[in-house]
């Protein structure tokens, strides 16, 4: 099992974020605390494997605690969970070894998929003693292939590939009946993925209002950049 804990100011949040571990299979809670003196000091007394941590906490924020962490030379790996959205943080904590950092408020599928890829790396590590390049990049770094991946129940590798190079087609908002006639497959189905690709922070769902008729929903790509979906295909 592997051995989580977390690190959240706001009880309700741990709470949360404690139930949706309880659902992903090989993960054991081992605590929760409430800053970043609390997760130090539990650290140094209990082997972590996976710390689960927000960036705004009272003392030291979530980045000195990683940088902190790293420095101390503990053997864990960190996530981070946050609201804070700017690209200045998000690139400090991935430079300090975050192995993948979710944006609030965020769906399970994201958090079951940030997980269930955290432990797929770790059994390969496990697993080899050594590895050859071509496994280096397949399932740990560039990820050429999805094997090492999941996607949320029902969605599919292919199809997903499908929708993204439709979304990157378009220059304007639209509907999901819009994309779902633009791949040929349900409205129901085509939703699964353009709430998957929104629980990923690369699409956005806002509300227009016509000059006539009924204000519609429609989803906006917010981010092209390849890096952020490629591995899923």
Sequence with gaps: MIKVLIVEDDPMVAKFHSHYLSQVDGFELAGAVKNGDECLKFLSKTNIDLVL??????GIDGLQLLSQIRS???????????????????????????????????????????????????????????????????????????????????????????????VVELNEPFTTEQMATLIGISRVSIRKYLEFLTSLQILKLDLHRGAVGRPVYKYKCIDKSIHMIQHYF
């Design 53 to 58: 941590m927000d960036i705004f906490m009272p």
């Design 72 to 166: 101390l030379d503990y053997s864990v790996d960190v996530i981070v969970i946050s609201a804070a959205s700017d690209s200045t943080r998000i690139k400090k904590a991935l430079r300090n070894g975050a192995v993948d950092y979710l944006i609030k408020p965020f769906e399970f599928e994201r958090f079951s998929t940030a997980l269930l890829n955290y432990k797929n790396r770790s059994m390969l590590m496990e697993e080899y003693e050594s590895l050859n390049q071509e496994d280096l990049d397949k399932n740990v770094l560039y990820k050429e292939h999805a094997e090492g991946l999941v996607l949320p129940k029902g969605l599919d590798h292919n199809t997903l590939k499908m929708v993204w190079e439709k």
